[in-house]
């Protein structure tokens, strides 16, 4: 049957007319002829799909891509068939797998995928009116039953692809998962409030993160953060993708938005700090950082950010209050207290400036040293606190114990430090 049709395409006649030029009769009836004879190879191709779905899908291409395909572009019944032989050839592979046979993963889920794309352009010309402006539609409840049937397919293919490293193909199964949920054909399912939904958009939102294509990025995204699992990481891939397309004021308004939905993360507010100060903002900072303050006096994260905005702006004995404050809310808070010992060994080597070029005495020297000393010993405990809560951080700790350490003369401690300062 494959090989009669493969033939059956020499016996259409070539006719190839120019856009716009009025056809002869005789061109008229070759047209005539070439489209009887595409619609009679697709018949042929659908009566072949149930024993060879591979052979049926091979004997279309002349319907898709031949000389005269233009003909039946608009024939809901081309995309119909052609739909059906890629399900065939989808469900011998799905078989296999099933079977435990080595089956073609890459080809059932592209399959997949292209199905949807195929009964979607069917469903469209199938409810295009006539020339009487009637609609008779004739696949609606065949592409209903498909559609349905493989939707959890595209989700699969979207995590075998992502898996493979196959970022696009992978987005643009997670994708048409996510869309099809919306097709009007389906609604009846109540798909739009499945809870996949939300985990396929957080990872189409991730491959457009590895492929850097902050557009594919932003397409889902706003589904993305209803994943409870993932928000806070898909609000983040949100803000950066702003930035990234240079829409400002959004991404400063998810900054904001994020920066108090999620006190812990650094990435928002400092991504706000450091904006307000490349811009000269300085006084938009302040305001912002009050703001927060008055919507939540006891939210360390917006006490703790006046403290960051003093230390920046070197009024270091503004910091100290404002971090102490935070402290005073939460006694762990982290960066509180790598800030605040960071303010006295600042304070300790700004004294140790001022009086560099100073000529001193023995006594003045003495004096200096209980100075210095006091600095390093207010930040001592703290240093060491952060130790003790945060072994594994050693960025927050580790130089300025070290530095303790070494100004205070505790050689012991100072020889337990080296062990741990990364090697040159």
């Given at each position: ?59 279309l291409q002349p319907a898709l891509t031949g000389e ?138 991730l491959c457009g993160m590895r492929l850097e294509d ?159 000393d006091g600095y390093f010993k207010q930040a001592l ?44």
């Amino acid at each position: 049957m494959i090989k009669k049709l493969l033939l059956s395409v020499t016996l259409i006649l070539a006719v190839s007319v120019a856009f716009g030029q009025q056809l002869s009769k005789e061109e008229l009836k070759a047209q005539k002829k070439n489209k009887k004879a595409l619609m009679g190879l697709i018949s042929d191709a659908e009566k072949a799909i149930l024993d060879d779905p591979a052979g049926a899908l091979n004997a279309l291409q002349p319907a898709l891509t031949g000389e005269h395909s233009a003909l039946v572009a608009n024939e809901p019944y081309l995309w119909y068939v052609l739909a059906s032989a890629k399900l065939g050839v989808m469900q011998q592979e799905q078989l296999k797998m099933q079977e435990g046979q080595p089956c073609n993963e890459t080809l059932m889920y592209k399959y997949c995928y292209e199905i949807f794309q195929d009964l979607s352009r069917c469903d469209e010309l199938d409810k295009t009116p006539d020339a009487k402006g009637r609609v008779k539609p004739k696949y609606s409840e065949q592409i209903k039953k498909v559609l349905y049937e493989n939707r959890n397919n595209l989700f699969n293919g979207g995590a075998y692809f992502y898996n493979e490293e196959d970022f696009t193909m992978a987005y643009n199964q997670f994708d048409t998962f996510i869309k099809s949920a919306s097709y009007p054909s389906l609604a009846e399912f109540g798909l739009a409030e499945n809870e996949f939904n939300n985990i396929a958009a957080y990872y189409s939102a991730l491959c457009g993160m590895r492929l850097e294509d902050y557009k594919m990025v932003l397409s889902n995204i706003d589904i993305a953060v209803k994943d409870s699992a993932n928000a806070e990481s898909a609000y983040q891939f949100k803000a950066d993708a702003q930035l990234h397309v240079g829409d400002t004021v959004a991404w400063l308004n998810t900054l904001k938005q994020c920066s108090v939905m999620y006190p812990a993360n650094v990435y928002f507010y400092q991504s706000l700090i450091q904006y307000y100060d490349n811009n000269n903002k300085r006084d938009e900072l302040i305001a912002y950082a009050d703001e927060m303050i008055a919507s939540d006096p006891n939210n360390p994260l917006f006490v703790y950010v006046k403290g960051y905005i003093a230390q920046q702006g070197e009024q270091l004995e503004e910091a100290i209050v404002w971090y102490k404050k935070t402290l005073e809310i939460d006694p762990n808070y982290e960066n509180a207290l790598g800030n605040l010992a960071l303010c006295y060994v600042q304070q300790a080597q700004a004294y140790s400036n001022s009086q560099s070029t100073k000529k001193v005495d023995r006594e003045q020297m003495k004096k200096d040293k209980e100075i210095l000393d006091g600095y390093f010993k207010q930040a001592l405990p703290l240093y060491e606190k952060l130790r003790s809560i945060a072994p594994d951080k050693t960025n927050l700790w580790l130089n300025g114990l070290f530095q303790c350490y070494y100004n205070l003369n505790m050689e012991d401690k100072v020889k337990e430090m080296e062990k741990l300062l990364p090697q040159e």
